[in-house]
């Protein structure tokens, strides 16, 4: 059994990051994943005024109820769509004018079902390029609350960024969804205000916010469970046995369940509620399988399909198209590069099973794409990656921890490679 230690998960610290800067008191969060996402957000916190201290195995932030200490600010956002969407309403939430732009692959995902909620509110902001997409600039002068309703079709941080706020707002919010995906991640979301202070009733597709504000919390981050569903997936490949510490039935991330996936396909899963252990059996069962809820794992379960027994069909996925690129055409042209047998549609991807051949990856600067396509060379020595380093994003040291699980199953590095 090989022991594979996760990075923390960039959904829980982008969440506790806005919790712990909209909270009284000081904050402490214990294995906050490092990386650019996170960066990038804690550097916008610093921009808007937050004290934030990132020492080597906590970051310590002092909590501001009332908003960003500075009157005016610009904040880079860089890739991130957790610090592109919180941090906007977070400063909603303050006064003054607060401008937020980010990268071009930012640029192109979309924020319109926010800032319209947001206008709702009676929040002043204005899209200076394309509407419902960054750069925003944020007038603010509080909210007051009230009732919206919200379109989270296309990205549950929309309701995140909207739920997180509403403690901050002077008569809370009153949130009714006609769309939602990827709904687990809501569930992180509420359980992580439950634990600063702030208890959200729900009814139906309603979401019912107090004012009141949040309390400081000491916090420890979980592994990330769509991280976790690359030496998953790769033990399941390659018959071999990995374990997960820190993360479990338990967890708090809906991608965990990325492992019944497995299971269904013919892997051995044992869960505990604090770790869960992968062992592959030799083969992998096709199937079909609803992963809207789980999204971020579909490049994972994309790269492992053509070495399955049977057709793999993936269904109601369309919020993937919207990420850092769109993943099912990624996963479809890259799959075609190899020589698998792929059709795509608005919403899903079926994948016939077939030997993939050696070829070059093109990555589209997406670390999903990258990292899931990299378990895919630990059966088909070749392959390679256009970009290696844009798993910086959410895993900056992904590439040795990969060759520490080949090392470990003594699975033999092609020749010529780096």
Request: charged share 20%.
């Amino acid at each position: 059994m090989t022991i594979f230690h996760v990075p923390g998960s960039k959904s829980v610290t982008a969440r506790a990051l806005f919790l712990a800067a909209a909270a009284r008191g000081t904050t402490v969060l214990r294995r906050p994943l490092v990386s650019d996402d996170t960066e990038g957000f804690a550097e916008g916190l610093l921009a808007l005024g937050y004290r934030v201290e990132r020492g080597p195995e906590a970051w310590t932030i002092i909590g501001r109820p009332e908003g960003p200490a500075y009157g005016e600010a610009e904040v880079f956002c860089r890739d991130g769509a957790t610090t592109a969407r919180f941090l906007p309403a977070l400063a909603a939430a303050g006064h003054g004018v607060f401008r937020f732009d980010a990268s071009a692959q930012m640029r192109r995902r979309p924020l319109g079902p926010l800032t319209r909620a947001l206008r709702d509110l009676g929040v002043d902001l204005t899209h200076e390029g394309e509407e419902g997409h960054h750069p925003v600039t944020v007038r603010a002068n509080g909210i007051k609350g009230g009732r919206i309703t919200l379109d989270a079709g296309l990205s549950s941080q929309f309701l995140t960024a909207l739920l997180l706020v509403g403690p901050l707002t002077a008569e809370g919010l009153e949130i009714t969804v006609t769309d939602l995906v990827s709904a687990p991640y809501v569930e992180i979301t509420l359980a992580m205000m439950r634990s600063f202070g702030v208890e959200v009733r729900r009814e139906g597709e309603t979401f019912h916010v107090p004012p009141g504000g949040y309390r400081a919390a000491d916090h420890t981050i979980e592994p990330d469970a769509s991280t976790a569903s690359y030496p998953l997936a790769a033990a399941a490949l390659t018959g071999n046995t990995v374990t997960i510490p820190g993360l479990g039935s338990k967890a708090l991330q809906g991608d965990v369940r990325f492992a019944d996936v497995l299971a269904r396909m013919g892997a051995s899963v044992d869960m505990s509620p604090d770790s869960v252990t992968v062992t592959g059996t030799g083969r992998l069962h096709g199937l079909t399988v609803n992963m809207r809820d789980i999204s971020d794992t579909v490049p994972t379960l994309s790269a492992i399909a053509p070495f399955a027994d049977g057709p793999v069909r993936i269904e109601d996925v369309y919020n993937t198209r919207i990420k850092e690129c769109d993943r099912l055409e990624a996963c479809a042209g890259n799959l075609r590069r190899l020589g698998v047998p792929v059709a795509v549609g608005r919403d899903w991807i079926e994948i016939t099973p077939a030997p993939p051949r050696a070829a070059e990856i093109a990555c589209h600067g997406d670390h999903r794409i990258a990292m899931s396509f990299s378990i895919m060379e630990l059966r088909t020595p070749g392959i390679t990656l256009d970009d290696q380093g844009c798993v910086k994003k959410t895993f900056p040291g992904f590439h040795e921890a990969l060759a520490g699980l080949r090392q470990a199953w003594g699975i033999a590095r092609p020749e010529g490679a780096a």
